[in-house]
């Protein structure tokens, strides 16, 4: 890179403070971006809450211009949190390239597939493991209701800790705890010691989901994001159905201990490319990828690159360089302060009231499908007669469905976002983003639920029925494969809403997402047995269906009254941004 690109890049970022307007799109500097696009440190590289003059008269102004009060025609086009401040000619929401970006999804994917792998890959060994520690099929059992109220606990912690801290140390730490949890389980004799790693292990791997829809709003736009985060959540949903065909396996052959062994296996070989290759993305931290990141967010390709232009550049632009990126980051990290990460953060998004809405709904759909899953080894194994291994690879139309539903939902949610756009008359721009506090997502986002959950809520009460009267293994088989293809999309579509009504802390979204989903998940499977054992398999599944079907005009409130909370907690959190710009220019001087 030149010394007059430095040189104009340090005059530029000389400019910067967290609220500063100035913009050097004159000699941008050289980033990775889609299409030849290029965008400059100063203005690329920050937020997009940091371009105003200062936090006060940029919250006063968004104030101004809110859609309830009388405003010129000229002062319209308020931006909203994702997006405050860009314009269509604005730095790009994203500096990563295509390329790169399915590279860091296809990790988000990958690390999400470890919490319920580890959760249903445990399924076979659940007899011997009873045997061998000499307990009973309830005290075993407890360590699965254990391990899903920890798969709700954890991401809270995970969550605020990636929104503020970044993804990278997050994923580290998770991992860590992941890794030596199952080395521990490989090597326990007792069953308190089962107990207790089994609530480590999830601990260490729940968080992997909530990060990973972080980051999937890190670097897609609205516009995109439908199609990112289904490929995202790809590896969360094979979980489930690859678990217990691996769990079969490992158990039959080589006994209980070697699911963890191959576990920690597995995750170890996950931190190599990890470590070596996968960059920071949250915007907390590196803007929109354009500023380099510090000390444990960088990954070592980061760290070569800034050691390799240390030594090949001359002393003079070596300097302009150094000095532009640390007022770059500067300017970011007076944004951020560090602390012990806060699970309360969690409740306060659940008590907002177009948020608390989606997560209800979302977590007995979650629920429902899981009564299915979880209640499949007993009543496969009473109808059809079924050992380990062949209720293992039962759980294979599950996996073909939520893998499907994972590819084409995602596809879906964009095509919907384009054509709500165009019915609204908003230009879609996929590069920067779009301005969300006036776009209907609620609208386009819940308009691609209504057909699959239907259907899924329809698949859900014919099961029943089908292993009622123990029809041939092929009608439970088919239905299962529509009830992961349907009931899996459907809650998709709701988590990618909840990153788009939360873009501001997409991680913290989705620790609340977990926390509920999960404690409503625990709930269900903890008494599904004993629902089909008194009901019966048909009203059982039934009962079920009817609460999804009953309570699915939640969405309908959504839809109608959700823009409505958005916007009012929109204007909150500028009031807030105010109070705060004013306290710290207070302090300032």
């Known amino acids: 890179m030149s010394s007059q690109k ?7 970022v000389d400019q910067i403070e967290p609220h500063s307007p100035q913009k050097c799109g004159d000699s941008p500097r050289d980033l990775d971006l889609e299409d030849g696009e290029t965008a400059s440190v100063g203005e690329a590289g920050l937020t997009s809450n940091q371009q105003d003059s200062t936090p ?16 010129p025609k000229e002062d319209q086009g308020i931006e909203d949190l994702e997006a405050i401040g860009r314009t269509q000619s604005g730095p790009a929401y994203s500096v990563f390239s295509k390329r790169k970006k399915q590279y860091i999804v296809f990790m988000t994917a990958w690390a999400g597939f470890f919490s319920p792998l580890s959760a249903n890959i445990y399924f076979p060994a659940l007899n011997t493991l009873a045997q061998d520690l000499k307990v009973s099929d309830e005290l075993i059992n407890l360590t699965l209701t254990s391990y899903m109220i920890f798969q709700g606990l954890a991401p809270t912690m995970f969550g605020d800790l990636a929104d503020m801290a970044g993804r990278r140390p997050a994923y580290f730490v998770g991992f860590i705890v992941y890794i030596g949890a199952n080395i521990g389980l490989a090597l326990q004799n007792s069953y308190v010691a089962l107990f207790l790693l089994r609530c480590l292990q999830s601990s260490g791997s729940s968080g992997t989901i909530a990060l990973g829809n972080g980051v999937v709003a ?27 065909i691996l769990g079969g396996v490992l158990s039959q052959f080589l006994g209980w201990r070697a699911i963890f062994w191959f576990l920690t296996i597995m995750a170890s070989a996950y931190m ?10 949250s915007r907390n931290v590196v803007g929109n990828g354009s500023i380099l990141p510090q000390g444990w967010n960088m990954s070592l390709l980061n760290y070569l690159a800034a050691r390799k232009i240390s030594h090949t550049e001359n002393p003079i632009s070596r300097t302009d360089s150094v000095d532009s990126q640390r007022l770059a980051q500067a300017a970011l990290a007076r944004k951020r302060h560090l602390r012990w990460p806060n699970p309360l953060k969690t409740i306060h998004i659940i008590l907002e009231k177009d948020v608390g809405i989606i997560l209800l709904f979302n977590s007995l759909v979650y629920t429902a499908f899981y009564d299915v899953t979880s209640s499949l080894p007993s009543l496969f194994a009473d109808t059809y007669g079924f050992n380990d291994l062949q209720i293992g690879l039962a759980f294979i139309p599950f996996g073909v469905g939520c893998t499907v539903a994972s590819i084409i939902c995602g596809r879906f949610m964009d095509m919907n976002y384009r054509r709500v756009a165009k019915q609204a008359g908003i230009t879609v721009d996929r590069k920067r983003g779009d301005n969300m506090r006036t776009f209907p997502i609620e609208k386009a986002r819940i308009q691609v639920i209504w057909p699959q959950l239907y259907v899924g809520i329809l698949a859900t009460l014919c099961y029943g029925w089908v292993m009622q009267v123990r029809a041939p293994l092929a009608a439970p088989l088919i239905l299962q494969f529509i009830i992961g293809l349907c009931l899996t999309g459907s809650f998709n579509v709701m988590s990618t809403m909840l990153v788009d009504l939360y873009p501001q802390s997409p991680a913290t979204a989705t620790a609340a997402n977990n926390l509920v989903r999960c404690l409503l998940g625990a709930g269900g499977t903890a008494i599904i047995i004993q629902m089909i054992d008194g009901m019966g398999r048909g009203w059982c599944f039934t009962f079920i269906a009817a609460v999804v079907f009953f309570t699915s005009p939640l969405l309908w409130v959504e839809l109608k009254w959700g823009p409505k909370w958005r916007e009012e907690r929109a204007i909150r959190d500028l009031k807030r941004q105010e109070v705060n710009a004013t306290l710290h220019q207070g302090e300032k001087s």
């Open 272 to 281: 190599i490319p990890f470590l070596i290759i996968f960059p920071e993305t």
């Open 56 to 71: 006060a008269t940029h919250a006063h102004s968004l104030l101004k211009a809110s859609p309830s009060v009388e405003k």
């Open 218 to 244: 890190d670097i897609s736009s609205s516009a995109e994001r439908g199609m990112y985060m289904g490929f995202a959540t790809s590896g969360p949903m094979i979980g489930p159905a690859v678990g217990p």
């Open 6 to 12: 430095y040189a104009h890049s340090r005059s530029c």
